[in-house]
């Protein structure tokens, strides 16, 4: 079972990055999937997460990167992308993606985004 993200990089405030994350090895479809992301010194915390449901798949976004940050899917591609905008030097972190699984989550490597002029 593997995640692997990548897509980080230094970025100039106000521009844009896409993350990107392939899943490999799971057996059974994931009952959530998104990104996380760890600022010096701070905790972890969820940025964009898409809730998988046959009926009703629901995406969320930390307050603080609504309008700018957009997640999305390719299932063929076993991929979930954060395409990131207007970033600011806040959103410096590393980012990391995550998979639950039957009640277990599964992490990847992070990924550093650095802004900064």
């Known amino acids: 079972v593997q995640l692997q993200a990548s897509g980080g990089g230094l970025v100039q405030p106000g521009g844009s990055l896409r993350l990107s994350c392939v899943a490999s090895g799971f057996t059974k479809d994931y009952n959530a999937i998104g990104w996380f992301r760890q600022a010096p010194q701070k905790e972890r915390e969820r940025v964009s997460c898409?809730?998988?449901?046959?009926?009703?798949?629901?995406?969320s976004y930390a307050d603080s990167v609504k309008g700018r940050f957009t997640i999305s899917r390719d299932n063929a591609k076993n991929t979930v992308y954060l395409q990131m905008n207007s970033l600011k030097p806040e959103d410096m972190a590393v980012y990391y993606c995550?998979?639950?699984?039957?009640?277990?989550?599964?992490w990847g490597k992070g990924t550093q985004v650095t802004v900064s002029s």
């Open positions: 898409i809730s998988i449901s046959s009926s009703d798949p629901r995406i």
């Open positions: 995550n998979a639950v699984v039957a009640a277990q989550d599964y």
